[in-house]
């Protein structure tokens, strides 16, 4: 068969030893999986198909196909021949070697014949061992001429002297027949529904199954043979028993997705961070957790969020809208941080983002993986990823393999910067270094910066190992330059989301707008202006929430919510009601709020407005932070660094939502994040006593007292009789 060939899915080639049936083309290893009528399986590499395909007597293969252990040996043979033939070893008189033409092989006093029979002798003379790595231990002038012969006829080339043997189609285990291929087919289902068993059980009920069906006459081979086939069919058999049957199951009925193009797989995984950090508000020792987005084509981490404990269904939303936004240049960055790719011009994407961009890929991700843990299983995310347009391909369960690369990713980040920080604690207990807390110096922000500029500056600059882009399987690359490399197949679509997007990944609640009071979302109200127009009044939304009016709010910090005003589109916020004036609470999340109601509910004391828990709150801030335990005062109490970490926490993750809601706009400069304003114990009493008056106030209601009669207010009544010692003396 020559000419041009489709190899395909479903093409039919006709080789020499029949027809076979092409079932798929693996693109990324650049092999083809061949079927025959009769069911059996060849795999071969495109430039070895190619050979068989122009017809030609033996298998024409390209360099590719070859080891290097195999090239070296056939540049030394194929030297022994060309030296043969024409007296020098690299077969051009023009670049003669070091002491060439040798004595016995000058081409000027010698003929071929003189010089293929000394090359004979001289071959006969190795040693058996070397003669016979070399393939040369049975040497003859016609192997020799034959070996000139395909260098000089394959446009000298070394692949071109190939050894068919090297490419010859194994018979497969003869001893294993088709009944012994059904038994062992059959056994290893019984196996998956069974307990995990030894490979001598397996032998026996292999042994059973081949009787009971096909009688004592059909050979079994030995163990030996049946180990060897059920680890080449099955694999090893180390993974756990149920996680095989999940995996099997899937495999069954599942079909892989093949990944050509940045953006089209986004894996995101949560692992806790191997160095301890200080916590900005007292300086303990916390653990951290980190969660990040790779864009499995080009290795590239995208985006990635630190959290003081673990992280919420918040932060992983937000972690996705960070996947499609620009990454803005830090402080301290050069212009080897700067955005670098070709075919879109920096000062392009500066304009459409509104600041500076650093050299990170962004896009809109058409699928995320994910594995099974609660937070991405958490219907709040699913409707992130809807609302993003997201597909949605979880891992399989208890499976690292089905998103390997960002599980490498972290091992890497761990022996190329964590290994190296101070405050790394290892892997466990046992390889704990003698106080890692006393290490720990880096605060969340510091790590947070430290990470950001090793991803830009390192690891999207780092050339990647085994992996290769299935259209250049022999390239090196690394995530910056794989992703430029994708700009001039399939070209790059400039799309940046709206800030406004932050609202849309907060979670959402369908209430009603009270006259006076405004809206009440999870146990708190809230109320301002941006509600005056529509207090009272239905909503026009229909569907499942039908009149109701949508608030999203920040489970980070419940100090205020947002409502979107359906005339203009624009998001306002709406504070507690229960706030002072501005910048006198520190920021609590809703698990605070939920201990708040329940310290309140225990007391006795029915909330009737959020002012009556302005106190409530005040006491269970005073109990977690007082003013004995802030830095820099007395010594800190034994046993509350659970609480200390706890406000720390809390304040880390308001901070963090005020820097997502305050992302630049486009067209505008980044702003500065709000600073939080610590709470002082006299501010305390302050809001306290001024609460507790106005309280009596109005359970008092009237005109206030008169003054005393002499115009002034006395501390002391005029018609006490004065104590003994003070009285007139006796007569």
């Given amino acids: ?42 795999v071969w590499t495109l430039g070895l198909l190619a050979g068989k395909v122009r017809g030609g007597s033996g298998p024409t293969v390209a360099r590719e196909d070859l080891s290097e252990d195999q090239l070296v040996l056939l540049r030394i043979r ?20 070091p002491g060439e033409p040798r004595e016995g092989y000058d081409p000027l006093v010698t003929t071929k014949e003189q010089r293929l029979g000394r090359k004979v002798a001289e071959l006969a003379g190795l040693h058996p061992a070397e003669a016979g790595r070399l393939g040369l231990e049975q040497v003859s002038e016609r192997t020799l001429r034959r070996l000139a012969g395909q260098w000089r006829d394959g446009g000298q080339r070394l692949e071109a002297c190939a050894d068919g043997r090297w490419f010859r189609t194994s018979p497969g285990r003869t001893s294993v027949s088709v009944q012994v291929e059904e038994a062992i087919e059959a056994v290893r289902v019984e196996c998956l529904h069974r307990s995990r068993v030894s490979m001598r059980t397996r032998e026996k009920l292999i042994h059973q199954y081949v009787r009971d069906r096909f009688g004592d006459q059909t050979a079994v081979p030995s163990y030996t043979t049946l180990s060897r086939v059920w680890q080449e069919w099955y694999g090893p058999g180390g993974t756990r028993q149920r996680y095989q049957r999940s995996a099997a199951a899937i495999d069954a009925g599942g079909s892989s997705i093949l990944i050509t193009r940045p953006g089209q797989v986004a894996a995101l995984d949560t692992t806790p961070l191997p ?72 000062a392009v994407v500066a304009e459409f983002a509104g600041y500076e961009v650093a ?15 609660s937070v991405y299983k958490s219907h709040h995310l699913v409707e992130v990823e809807q609302r993003l347009g997201c597909s949605i391909l979880p891992a399989r369960m208890m499976r690292a393999t089905d998103k390997a690369a960002c599980e490498r990713a972290f091992l890497s980040a761990q022996t190329l910067l964590f290994e190296s920080l101070p405050g790394f ?28 500029t090793w991803i830009v500056g390192t690891w999207q600059n780092r050339r990647l190992g085994e992996h290769a882009p299935p259209w ?114 520190p920021p609590f999340s809703d698990a605070k709020v ?20 302005l106190p409530v709150l005040l006491d269970l801030l005073d109990e977690h932070a007082p003013v004995e335990r802030w830095p820099g005062r007395a ?16 304040e880390s993750r308001a901070l963090t939502a005020e820097r997502d809601r305050r992302r630049p706009r486009q067209g505008t400069k980044p702003t500065a994040p709000a600073e939080v304003v610590v709470l002082r114990r006299d501010q305390v009493a302050r809001a306290v006593d001024e609460d507790r008056r106005r309280r009596r106030e109005q359970a008092v209601p009237g005109p206030p007292p008169l003054p005393g009669p002499l115009g002034g207010h006395r501390t002391r009544d005029l018609f006490a009789l004065p104590p003994d010692d003070e009285g007139q003396p006796d007569d």
């Fill in 1 to 42: 068969m020559n000419g041009h060939v489709e190899v395909g899915p479903g093409a039919v080639l006709r080789l020499e030893d029949g027809e076979w049936t092409v079932r798929d083309v693996l693109t990324a290893s650049g092999e083809v999986v061949l079927v025959s009528a009769d069911g059996g399986v060849r």
């Fill in 78 to 97: 194929v030297a022994h021949a060309l030296e043969a033939d024409c007296g020098f070893r690299s077969g051009d008189p023009a670049r003669p070697e």
């Fill in 275 to 346: 160095v301890l950090l200080r916590e900005h508000a007292f300086g303990d020792a916390v653990s951290a957790h980190l969660t990040w987005a790779m864009d499995v084509f080009t290795r590239s981490l995208v985006a990635f969020r630190l959290t003081l404990g673990s992280d919420t269904a918040v932060d992983v939303g937000l972690l996705l809208r960070d996947v499609m936004l620009p990454l803005p240049m830090r402080p301290g960055w050069g212009e080897d941080m700067a955005w670098p790719y070709p075919g879109v011009p920096a």
């Fill in 359 to 373: 050299g990170l890929p962004f896009f809109a991700p058409d699928t995320v993986t994910t594995d099974h843990g």
């Fill in 425 to 452: 604690r290892g892997v466990d207990v046992a390889d704990r270094g003698a106080d890692p807390e006393g290490d720990a110096v880096l605060t969340l922000a510091q790590m947070e910066h430290l990470i950001a």
């Fill in 472 to 585: 250049a399987p022999n390239e090196r690359h690394s995530p910056n330059t794989l992703f430029a490399a994708s700009f001039a197949q399939g070209g790059f679509g400039l799309r940046i989301p709206s800030s406004d997007l932050y609202y849309g990944v907060l979670p959402a609640s369908y209430v009603k707008i009270h006259r006076k009071r405004g809206v009440k979302i999870r146990s708190l109200w809230y109320d301002g202006p941006a509600v005056d127009d529509y207090r009272g009044k239905p909503s026009q939304r229909r569907g499942r929430h039908p009149g109701l009016w949508r608030i999203r709010h920040d489970p980070r910090d419940r100090r205020e919510v947002f409502f979107e005003d359906p005339a203009t589109g624009d998001w306002h916020p709406l504070r507690w009601t229960g706030l002072p004036p501005e910048g006198e609470i």
């Fill in 594 to 613: 939920d201990e708040m109601i329940a310290l309140a509910r225990d007391s006795g004391l029915v909330p009737v407005d959020d002012r009556d828990l």
């Fill in 635 to 650: 010594a800190k109490e034994a046993g509350g660094k659970r609480r200390r970490a706890g406000q720390a926490r809390e």
